[in-house]
T-cell receptor, first 117, second 116 residues
Framework: AQKITQTQPGMFVQEKEAVTLDCTYDTSDPSYGLFWYKQPSSGEMIFLIYQGSYDQQNATEGRYSLNFQKARKSANLVISASQLGDSAMYFCAMREAVSYNTDKLIFGTGTRLQVFP | GAVVSQHPSWVICKSGTSVKIECRSLDFQATTMFWYRQFPKQSLMLMATSNEGSKATYEQGVEKDKFLINHASLTLSTLTVTSAHPEDSSFYIC????????????FGDGTRLSIL
């Protein structure tokens, strides 16, 4: 069975510094996708970044980048130049195939990031 | 970007009431919609997956008769919590995606349900 692990319940970072949120996964499927979502205190889930298992390069989206180490089965999220608005819960998720035309996401337990001035 | 609208945002109602939550994809056709439940300070728990025009697939432990899901069109799915009780109080959030692909799920803003 597929599994996502986020070992950091909480992280602190000073404004303008970079922070890395850890995510490891386990799957026997050679084709998979990894996602990061941000959930502010208001509750909505905001898609941040995606990495495919066959992608040659690490994904980047603005201040977000994904440190994808396939051999180690890790997909850590790096946030550069942290801002106060980055304070939120961050969830790592992996796509799991359910049938030929359906898949679902397996979520990690999340990491609460707090950015301080 | 893809927009998913979820309504209502907040519901407070008496025990025994049935509550309907709507999830709409506003600018794309969602072949698949998902319903999640989230307890405070916990991760999202998938309740069911619904494909347009077919019956929803429920996760183990989720009562089909308790949580009725309808996905009648490519832009609308509804979750009805029937005869709600205080233990059904939770944050419910839906998501939608185009098809089986690398496209991400796009989430609604969630519904906070409180049963008195």
């Amino acid at each position: 069975a597929q599994k996502i692990t986020q070992t950091q319940p909480g992280m602190f970072v000073q404004e303008k510094e970079a922070v890395t949120l850890d995510c490891t996964y386990d799957t026997s499927d050679p084709s998979y996708g990894l996602f990061w979502y941000k959930q502010p205190s208001s509750g909505e889930m905001i898609f941040l970044i995606y990495q495919g298992s066959y992608d040659q390069q690490n994904a980047t989206e603005g201040r977000y980048s994904l440190n994808f180490q396939k051999a180690r089965k890790s997909a850590n999220l790096v946030i550069s130049a942290s801002q106060l608005g980055d304070s939120a819960m961050y969830f790592c998720a992996m796509r799991e195939a359910v049938s030929y035309n359906t898949d679902k996401l397996i979520f990690g337990t999340g990491t609460r990031l707090q950015v301080f001035p | 970007g893809a927009v998913v609208s979820q309504h209502p945002s907040w519901v407070i109602c008496k025990s025994g009431t049935s509550v309907k939550i709507e999830c709409r994809s506003l600018d794309f056709q969602a072949t698949t919609m998902f319903w999640y439940r989230q307890f405070p300070k916990q991760s999202l728990m998938l309740m069911a997956t619904s494909n347009e025009g077919s019956k929803a697939t429920y996760e183990q432990g989720v009562e089909k008769d308790k949580f009725l899901i309808n996905h009648a069109s490519l832009t609308l799915s509804t979750l009805t919590v029937t005869s709600a009780h205080p233990e059904d109080s939770s944050f419910y959030i839906c998501s939608a995606k185009h098809s089986y692909s690398n496209q991400p799920q796009h989430f609604g803003d969630g519904t906070r349900l409180s049963i008195l």
